[in-house]
Structure formats: C-alpha cells, structure tokens
C-alpha cells in the first residue's frame, strides 16, 4: 500500500492468540500504520483467527464473511486474515473466500507489515509453512489487556500427541523461549503497570525441556518473584503430568506465585485417557490432587473435562462424574468431543450420540454449579486481597475485581458494594455474599 492505512484488527480464540495480535499491533505501530479502535474507522480489517476446534472454526468463518461484507460495500479497502483457521485449511481458503487480500499461517504472522505494503494482489497473497517462528522480547508489542493484567507467553507449539486435538499441526513443536528474553518482557510490563502476569503456553509446564542447560519452569518462577514491582504470577494450562514436587514446593512456600493451578485433566477413566493419548502410566490423577491437596497452603484448582470421547459407556461417564463430585474443583470447564478432520480420534466407530454427549456435559455444570455455589458460601466473612478492575458493566454502583485465585475471563469475580480503590489497586475485602460463581464484598481498611 502506497499510504498507511488505519488498522483494525479482530483477535478470535485463546490468550495466546491474543499475544499474538498484540506483537501483529506492535509491529504495525512500530511501522507507522495507524491503529484504530473500530471496525466503522479502518480502511483495512485484520482478522487473528481460532481453527482449534469445530466450533472455533465457525466463529473464524462467521467473522471473516461479515467483514467480507464491509469490503464489498466498499467501506473497507482491503481484508488480511492470519492464525490458525488458516494454517488449518490452507490454499483450499484462496477459493472458498475470494474476498480476502492475503492470508498468513501461524509460522509467517511476522510477515504482516510486509503483507499490507504490497497491498491487495491478484491472486491475493498466501504465506504459510511448517512454523517454527518463535516471537521474544525484541518483538515490539501493544497491550491490548488492562495496564494491570498481562499475559506472557513462555512458549510456542506443543509436542504433546493427544489423539484428538490439532494443535501440534497448527501451531509446530514445543520451542521455549529464554529466561533471558522472559525477564525482560516481564519487567517491561511491570513498568508500564502490570502487577499480575499470566505465564501462558500449550502446556506452561514443559517449559525449557527444548533449552539447552537443564533449564524448567521453576527457574523462571525463581528468577521471576524478583521482579521488583510485580505482585502476582500465575500459571495456566499445566499438564497433569508437569506438577513436579519442586513446582508444588513454590507454590507453596512463595506468596508472589498465585496458589492457583490451571491443569486440564480431560477425565479419569484410564482407558478413555490412554485413547486421548494422555499417558496416565506415572501418577493417577487421583495421586496428583492428593500430592497438591498435601500442602500447607490451599492450592485452588481449575481444570478441564471432555464428554463424550470415542467409547465412553455411561459407566464411564459416572467414573468422571463421580471424580469431579469427590475432587470438588475450584474452577471448571466442560466441552463436548469434536472430532477433528485429520485427528485420529475422528476416525473412531464407537462414537456417542450428540444427545447423550449434552446430557453428560448438563450434568456435570450442574454438578460444578453446585460445588462452586458451595465453596463460595464458605468465603463469606473471609478477608481476601483483590485486584480492583474498574466499575461492573451491570451498575455504575459496584466495582469488580478478582482474588489471586481467579484467572482474567474464565473464573468469576468479586463484586464490591463498599468502599473506594483505584483500578489496578489491590485492595484488601470482606466478602459478605456468594453466589454461584461470583462473590460480593466491602473494602476494608
């Protein structure tokens, strides 16, 4: 493009996608192309797709179309898509969606201020490759999160062969970043305000077994709780099989780490768990709560279940429903199987019916409403440190904010009916409600 175009980009899926369309916004700034902050503004749409799951794909295909749709009444000059839809289904997408400029799998998003200076081309442009780019601190990168809450990303890719997932195709192998790189970034968010950082990865706790030197994600915990400034780290999606008890002991014994451990365990049937792919030959899960349960601080647990995979029987079912009723988890998500084009568990004959599959996943959020309504009730009276997010989207009267123990987006919030906090404060409060998710309380001094 002959001119630099006002940008507006669309980030669809995970957090890690997010930081990704945060280094995609970083390298556009740097570069001079003006960022705006709605779609009604841009000349050019950017749109960060998901191509995870089914689902995932819809919404990616869903967004694009309707974008499609600006371009074609002429509001927009030109529409660029990049991310996992794409690295998905490839040169197939140059046909199916004519409408887009130029497409760039997960291994060439780099490549996006060259893209849009080309400008539109006939045929549009096409970037993708097995990917291997690994972004560090060098990357410029614009915030698009709270000043107060950060995500740092330790890592790209997974080397994991569950059988029903794509990532590993859609994203390369493991490749960890530095510790070096990592201090760095976390210091420059600290700078700018940060006073929580989510550590983020496929899977947080493989961290540093591609580096050379022995290096874990305990070493970055321990040069992390340095950080002058930074109040809270915490660690998601850690694999069942990464809790190490050197992991456990930091959690335990340093009150800058959140005690807070994000594993998706996907269920507890053994035979279901080596189908997923998911060696269960080390510890059982069972072993795993009983290890984190053993130490002196409450470790808060969030996980992740799937229902109806290939060849769960409903006895089956009970075993997992059975476990999250004894484990009693903190925080917990379900989903349905999706079976995915080019996994193997999508070749699977033994599959359960969609409606029984909806009937399990009802029956364990009702089961999870339940547990959590509970947990909540044995918070009221308790004084807990939340960090103050600003004034609730339902009423101007409350401030909300979150505990060391709730993750940015997927875990409930702290409602306040009392007192005063700036944003970004971490105001110490007397919860004097619960409900089901959600918690209400009052500063105190």
Not at 302 to 319: A, C, L, N, Q, S
Not at 357 to 368: N, S, V, Y
Not at 372 to 378: F, I, L, V
């Amino acid at each position: 493009m002959k001119s630099k175009k006002k940008i507006f980009l669309i980030s669809l899926g995970c957090a890690k996608n997010l930081v990704d369309s945060e280094n995609v916004l970083g390298l556009l700034k740097t570069n001079g192309f003006p960022l705006v902050s709605s779609l009604q503004e841009a000349e050019v749409a950017i749109v960060n797709t998901c191509g995870f799951i089914q689902s995932a794909v819809e919404e990616s295909i869903d967004t694009i179309l309707e974008v499609a749709k600006k371009k074609r009444r002429r509001e927009l000059e030109a529409l660029f898509v990049m991310g996992c839809f794409v690295q998905r289904y490839g040169y197939k997408l140059l046909k199916e969606i004519p409408e887009v400029d130029g497409w760039l799998g997960t291994g060439e998003i780099h490549k996006i201020v060259d893209t849009l200076e080309a400008g539109p081309k006939d045929p549009p442009s096409f970037l993708i490759s097995r990917p291997t780019y690994l972004a560090d601190h060098s990357v410029p990168r614009v915030q698009t999160t709270p000043f107060y809450s950060a995500y740092l990303k330790i890592a790209e890719g997974c080397s994991h062969r569950c059988s029903y997932c794509t990532i590993p195709r859609l994203r390369g192998p493991f490749r960890s970043r530095s510790i070096a790189s990592l201090m760095i970034e976390a210091e420059n968010m600290v700078d700018r305000g940060a006073k929580e950082i989510n550590l983020i990865a496929q899977d947080t706790t493989m961290y540093g077994r591609d580096l050379e030197g022995d290096i874990r994600l305990e070493d970055l915990l321990e040069r992390l709780i340095h950080v002058q400034g930074l109040c809270w780290i915490r660690l998601l999606y850690g694999h069942p099989q990464g809790i190490s008890d050197r992991l456990l002991e930091l959690l335990d014994g340093e009150e800058m780490i959140c005690p807070y451990l994000d594993i998706p365990f996907q269920h507890i049937n053994e035979e279901i768990l080596k189908a997923m792919g998911r060696n269960c030959n080390r510890e059982t899960s069972w072993q795993l709560i009983e290890r984190i349960r053993s130490k002196t601080r409450q470790i808060i647990l969030r996980t992740t279940v799937m229902v109806g995979f290939p060849g769960e029987t409903d006895k089956i079912f009970d075993e997992l429903y059975s476990f999250v009723k004894a484990v009693e988890f903190d925080h917990l998500g379900a989903f349905i199987f999706s079976p995915e084009e080019g996994t193997p568990a999508a070749r699977s004959e033994t599959v359960v019916e969609e409606r029984v599959a909806k009937e399990r996943l009802d029956a364990i959020m009702r089961l999870q409403a339940e547990i959590s309504r509970r947990k909540n009730q044995g918070m009221v009276g308790h004084r807990v440190s939340v960090l103050v997010e600003g004034v609730s989207p339902e009423t101007d009267l409350l401030l909300k904010g979150r505990t060391a123990t709730m993750a940015p987006d997927v875990d409930g919030q702290v409602l306040i009916n009392k007192g005063e906090a700036a944003i970004g404060d971490i105001a110490p409060v007397r919860i004097t409600e619960a409900h089901t998710y959600d918690l209400v309380g009052e500063i105190v001094q």
